[in-house]
């Protein structure tokens, strides 16, 4: 499955924004979706995830502020995020695999397909 993030900018504290997670190439409701984010000199972090079965998982960073969602009609994941702070700052990745297991849904190195990553900059 080939994937494509999008939505990425800049913000001011407070702001919301919607990236969206484009899917192609295989059956995209078969797949958990996660998102990573990658600040300057530090490692790739869980954001969240859902599953093919639309269980989601978040880090407890993000918590009550982001939401995950997925239109299989589409095949797009989508990541909302509200209440955007300048920590927030980051690259944006979304990921996906059709084999995690539930136990290394937070673990980047389970996906096996990535979208390319957009920019998010949070202003303050």
């Known amino acids: 499955v080939q994937l494509q993030a999008s939505g990425g900018g800049l913000v001011q504290v407070g702001d919301s924004l919607r990236l969206s997670c484009s899917a192609s190439?295989?059956?995209?409701?078969?797949?958990?979706v996660g998102w990573f984010r990658q600040a300057p000199g530090k490692e790739r972090e869980f954001v969240g995830t859902?599953?093919?079965?639309?269980?989601?998982v978040y880090a407890d960073s993000v918590k009550g502020r982001f939401t995950i969602s997925r239109d299989n009609i589409k095949d797009t994941a989508y990541l909302q995020m509200n209440s955007l702070r300048p920590e927030d700052t980051a690259v944006y990745y979304c990921?996906?695999?059709?084999?995690?297991?539930?136990?290394?849904?937070?673990?980047?190195?389970?996906?096996?397909?990535w979208g390319q990553g957009t920019q998010v900059t949070v202003s303050s």
């Open positions: 190439g295989d059956t995209f409701r078969r797949y958990t």
């Open positions: 990921a996906a695999s059709s084999t995690i297991i539930s136990s290394s849904l937070r673990n980047h190195h389970s996906y096996h397909y």
């Open positions: 859902i599953r093919y079965n639309n269980n989601i």
